[in-house]
C-alpha cells in the first residue's frame, strides 16, 4: 500500500514536500518514483530513486525538485521548490516500474 501526502494549493515560487509512506519488508530493495498527471493528460514519472539512493529527473523538474528515500521508515520524498502553475497536478509515489497506485496528493500552483 501507497500513501501520500503533502500535497496543497501554493502560490508560485513556493515549496511543498510530499511524502509518500509504503507497506511491506522489501522496500529498501526497490526503485521509487513520483508521477504526476495534470488534468487532461498523461501521467509521467517526474522523479526516480534507485535502491541505492541514485536519482534521475524529468527535464521539466531538474534542478528544482529533490527526491530522497528513507528506508528505516519506508518513506520516500519529493522537496518541490520554486513551484510553477505547470506542476499543477496529482502526485502520485510508486515502484519504478510502477505496480497498483496509491490515491495521489494533489499539489495545485497559482499564478
Known amino acids: 500500500e501507497l500513501v501520500e501526502s503533502g500535497g496543497g494549493l501554493v502560490q508560485a515560487g513556493a515549496s511543498l514536500r510530499l511524502s509518500c509512506a509504503a507497506s511491506?519488508?522489501?522496500?529498501?530493495?526497490?526503485?521509487m518514483g513520483w508521477f504526476r498527471q495534470a488534468q487532461g493528460e498523461e501521467q509521467v514519472l517526474v522523479a526516480a530513486?534507485?535502491?541505492?539512493?541514485?536519482?534521475e529527473y524529468a527535464d521539466s523538474v531538474k534542478g528544482r525538485f529533490t527526491i530522497s528515500r528513507d528506508n528505516t521508515k519506508n518513506t520516500v520524498y519529493l522537496q518541490m521548490n520554486n513551484l510553477k502553475p505547470e506542476d499543477t497536478a496529482v502526485y502520485y509515489c510508486?515502484?519504478?516500474?510502477?505496480?497498483?497506485w496509491g490515491q495521489g496528493t494533489q499539489v495545485t500552483v497559482s499564478s
Open positions: 530513486i534507485s535502491w541505492s539512493g541514485s536519482t
Open positions: 510508486n515502484r519504478v516500474p510502477p505496480t497498483s
Open positions: 511491506g519488508r522489501r522496500f529498501s530493495t526497490y526503485a
